[in-house]
T-cell receptor, first 114, second 109 residues
Framework: EAQVTQNPRYLITVTGKKLTVTCSQN?????MSWYRQDPGLGLRQIYY???????DKGDVPEGYKVSRKEKRNFPLILESPSPNQTSLYFC?????????????FGPGTRLTVL | KNEVEQSPQNLTAQEGEFITINCSYSVGISALHWLQQHPGGGIVSLFM???GKKKHGRLIATINIQEKHSSLHITASHPRDSAVYICAAAIQGAQKLVFGQGTRLTINP
């Protein structure tokens, strides 16, 4: 089954404790992206990757890091989480780089930073 | 002003009603996506439109490129249609998607 998986689905942590949210896709997609979703603000892009070893900042990259060492995986790293990073996070992937291609979303990770 | 605006933000209707959700955008696009987000949080792609109209079951999506406007219609609405519907504009020549803020639809039995 074609899918994007994320782990963990729910996470409560404390300020400053480094964490990683994993994302993996099994569709051999070149493009992967991380979004955060906040009430009233909609989905905003954090980072994206056009292919292995190619990553770039989205609209709200501050406080986040990513890596793309393998085509299927695109982890999101919060080196020192803060309460304003409490949000619902989605990983997504699509074929090719153009945004008219269908996007496949992961199930979401609900992060709470105390 | 957001580049992609949806209306209404919230919509409550009775089962069986015809539903329309609107999406207007101010940028040049190569396509427009309609997404559905269920209460559990997951997001699925419903349609990708670059012109005209598409239909899938009870869902119909239309786009008017000249007017920079798209609509999502649901015929014979059902409580299981209750979800947040999001439009997303694929910026012309770019990798970027710009999302509307979503329309929360509630269908009462």
């Amino acid at each position: 089954e074609a899918q994007v998986t994320q782990n963990p689905r729910y996470l409560i942590t404390v300020t400053g404790k480094k964490l990683t949210v994993t994302c993996s896709q099994n569709m051999n997609h070149e493009y992967m992206s991380w979004y955060r979703q906040d009430p009233g603000l909609g989905l905003r892009q954090i980072y994206y990757s056009m292919n292995v070893e190619v990553t770039d900042k989205g609209d709200v990259p501050e406080g986040y890091k990513v890596s793309r060492k393998e085509k299927r995986n695109f982890p999101l790293i919060l080196e020192s989480p803060s309460p304003n990073q409490t949000s619902l996070y989605f990983c997504a992937s699509r074929r090719g780089s153009y945004a008219y291609n269908e996007q496949f979303f992961g199930p979401g990770t609900r992060l709470t930073v105390l | 002003k957001n580049e992609v605006e949806q209306s209404p933000q919230n919509l409550t209707a009775q089962e069986g009603e015809f539903i329309t959700i609107n999406c207007s955008y101010s940028v040049g696009i190569s396509a427009l996506h309609w997404l559905q987000q269920h209460p559990g949080g997951g997001i699925v792609s419903l349609f990708m439109l670059s012109s005209g109209k598409k239909k899938h079951g009870r869902l119909i999506a239309t786009i008017n490129i000249q007017e920079k406007h798209s609509s999502l219609h649901i015929t014979a609405s059902h409580p299981r249609d209750s979800a947040v519907y999001i439009c997303a504009a694929a910026i012309q020549g770019a990798q970027k998607l710009v999302f509307g803020q979503g329309t929360r639809l509630t269908i009462n039995p």
